[in-house]
């Protein structure tokens, strides 16, 4: 039973980046129609961020965070204007095509630069864990699940509570419509894609300082939040939430009681067992009408 809550535990932690992950690229993928293969590079880019802000520029650890986010949103808006815009009415297989080489021009960007020596992020947190009763939990694991749900709630209140977010509702739906009615729809894909840039690039913030940050961190990201938004129906950002938190406690259980070898082939397993069952995932949302 101990072991049990830890592994609960271990899993919201990692559940919460995962989420972000899921959330950035269903909204992009929602509301643009676009298949965002830079969403692992830019992942990468907010450990990146968070190391060049704590390290380099010597920040305070909790202001270098919300640094590369915003670096995050900067890159992902720049990204939509140089490349997405020119390209609006061009087939998808043509985005897809400029996305996948944008994608691996970041990746081996972030090689040359860098180099392949992983970075440690340091933290001021303590290095011995809260312990409560049979489990214990790291005050960066800690942090990390905070700022995640966080960052969720700010996100949820983005698309439900303010005009932005009515705005993109209604370029979700139908973007000729809201163009009639006075919608910027070229603003809204900008600002689309910033945010879920911003939302991946603070996955990676997040867990640089858990983990170690490298120029390869973002492949099994990405792989991973394709793999959330599917499970949890495209363009639903609680289906990508609920979706991340499935992923992360099918690993850490089946890490913890079959083989740590299976760890990212068992959240794998479950998706195939849902879309057997139900192929739009788990809380499609209604298509778009234009």
């Known amino acids: 039973m101990d072991q049990l809550l830890q592994h609960i535990l271990n899993a919201l932690v990692l559940g919460g980046t995962y989420a972000l992950l899921g959330i950035g690229l269903t909204l992009i993928f929602g509301i643009m129609n676009v298949v965002n293969f830079t969403h692992g590079a830019l992942y990468t880019f907010g450990g990146y961020a968070m190391y060049l802000a704590a390290v380099a520029l010597g920040l305070n650890f909790f202001v270098a965070l919300p640094v590369a986010l915003v670096a995050g949103l900067l890159l992902g808006a720049f990204i939509e204007f140089t490349l997405l815009r020119p390209l609006r009415r061009s087939d998808i297989d043509t985005t897809m095509l400029v996305m996948i080489g944008a994608g691996i021009i970041m990746q081996s960007g972030t090689l040359w630069i860098f180099g392949g020596v992983a970075k440690a992020v340091p933290t001021p947190f ?107 129906g495209l363009g639903s950002i609680s289906g990508a939430t609920i979706g991340g938190f499935i992923l992360a406690f099918a690993e850490e259980l089946g890490a913890g009681y079959i ?17 057997l069952v139900k192929p739009t995932g788990l809380f499609a949302r209604a298509e778009r009408i234009g």
């Open 126 to 232: 303590p290095a011995q864990p809260l312990v409560i009763g049979p489990v214990s939990l790291s005050y960066v694991n800690l942090f990390v699940l905070a700022a995640a749900i966080a960052l969720i709630a700010i996100t949820y209140f983005t698309i439900n509570g303010t005009r932005l977010g009515r705005a993109m509702r209604a370029t979700f739906q139908d973007h000729d419509t809201a163009a009639l009615m006075g919608v910027n729809v070229s603003l809204i894909y900008t600002a689309t894609f910033a945010i879920g840039s911003a939302l991946a690039a603070a996955a990676g913030a997040l867990l640089g300082p858990v983990y170690v940050v490298t120029p390869q961190m973002g492949e099994l990201a990405a792989v991973k939040a394709f793999a959330i938004v599917i499970l949890g």
């Open 259 to 275: 083989s740590s070898g299976y760890r990212d082939a068992m959240g794998f397993l479950i998706i195939i067992a849902v879309l």
